[in-house]
RNA sequence: GGAGAAGUGGCAGAGCGGUUGAAUGCACUGGUCUUGAAAACCAGCGUAGGUGUGAGCCUACCGGGGGUUCGAAUCCCUCCUUCUCCGCCA
């Protein structure tokens, strides 16, 4: 979330901020300075009565100490009004804390000044285009779908008596391809310096807050109510998590993790074409790769990520594009994010497959993570996170764009983790 | 799941109703000393909110929340976590 004092500083801006997001309820900046003077009215009051109280009980023990039982009962009946008094203010305090979280909390964060206008995906800025031939596909060719039935690797409809839809079953040369990617995504970013991490896969409410997943996504999270708990749509939730509540060094910036999760997100809404074969899941598997940063260092960070992401799919040999989101369609607490889309060719679209985020200060004020400067002064750290990368689709690429008459050819890099050259 | 014990600053560890934000030790930072280092000595060393140009001052925080009391780290309730024993189990 925002900082009050940083709304309060630099309105103008947070009013364009959320123009460009097209957000609908631009007074809520005013509601939350108005309850922010309030919280403060309330604070100086109850401050001052508690002062005055802790006096009065030192003077009471001084009595009774001194023996003078009368005087000490005396100024007893004095503290009452007092106590009475900061009841009330303690009340008041409390709500209007609440209230401001609860207002902060409606509020996405600041867009970067690179984000572009724009409402719909129809408008995010393509920041690289595919420039080299696109791929074309023998005669007869076939969207994912049917090529996972055709080779009997990934079956749909055996998930939907398991579960229901959106929740697959590899099998075969498709659960083996799962298991290569997702070793493969592991071992480039810890070559890259990324250290590696097995979460839970299940959190509690403060880490969903921290990341600003609750209550922004509630929706699209799988709630476990018996517990309170929730199943992540992303590693980024825990893993970013594991910084809540921390104060670092500057010395230890930066803070490079990565790790593979399973994700699971409910989807409430999908429907039609777009959610075809694997192209939308409840269920799938995820490499993502986190950092903290240092604000001075965070949008090179940035840049780095990118490069990461693009040595993937370089080696993965697939046609790709990066846009850059537009204020409408950027997440709620992003300050920038660059979308990896690839093409597929048997579909004729493009599909996401990586998202890579500047949060700045926005998931680390929620989460109190802080770093500590040469004059021992604590500063917010940014957040960045990317998936590097997300599977199902990358699958859906691999198998569409590299099928033959032969069968489906696996990318040399890949090779050494499936252990074949090709799927048939 | 059942029965006990415990949760204090970065760590260790006092305090068990009054002036204790918290002794002491270690760690850490700055300084003195030293050719350099170590040792020794001196000083500093939590977080957040409020207030002030500022030094500072005020308030809150001893696992979380609530209560008793003029006053709580200290007493009570509740939740969480950890440890020990028993049971169950991949």
Sequence with gaps: MLQVNFIRENKTLVTEGLKKRNFNNPEILDEILKTDDLRKQSQRQLDDILAQSNKAAKEIGALMQQGKREEAEKAKTAVAELKAQSNQLKEQLNQANTDLEN???????????????GNTDEDNEVFKAWDKPMPTLPE???PHWELTKKYDIIDFELGVKITGAGFPVYKGQGARLQRALIQFFLDEAIAAGYVEYIPPLIVNEASGRGTGSLPDKEGQMYYIGKDDFYLIPTAEVPVTNIY????????????????YTPCFRREAGSYGAHVRGLNRLHQFDKVEIVRLEHP???????????????MLLGKLELPFRILRLCGGDLSFASALTYDFEIYSAAQERWLEVSSVSNFETFQSNRMKCRYKDENRKNHLVHTLNGSALALPRIVAGLLE?????????IPKALRPYTGFDMIK
Excluded at 103 to 117: G, I, K, R, S, T
């Design 401 to 409: 764009n590299h099928q033959t008459p032969e069968g489906i050819v």
């Design 296 to 310: 001075d260092r965070s949008y090179a960070a940035l840049d780095e990520m990118l490069a990461h992401v693009e």
């Design 103 to 117: 207002l902060l909390f409606q509020v996405p964060n600041q867009p970067n000044a690179l984000v572009p206008a």
């Design 140 to 142: 007869g060719s076939q």
């Design 244 to 259: 809540r509540d921390v104060i670092l060094d500057t010395k230890d910036f930066p803070v490079k993790m990565c790790s």
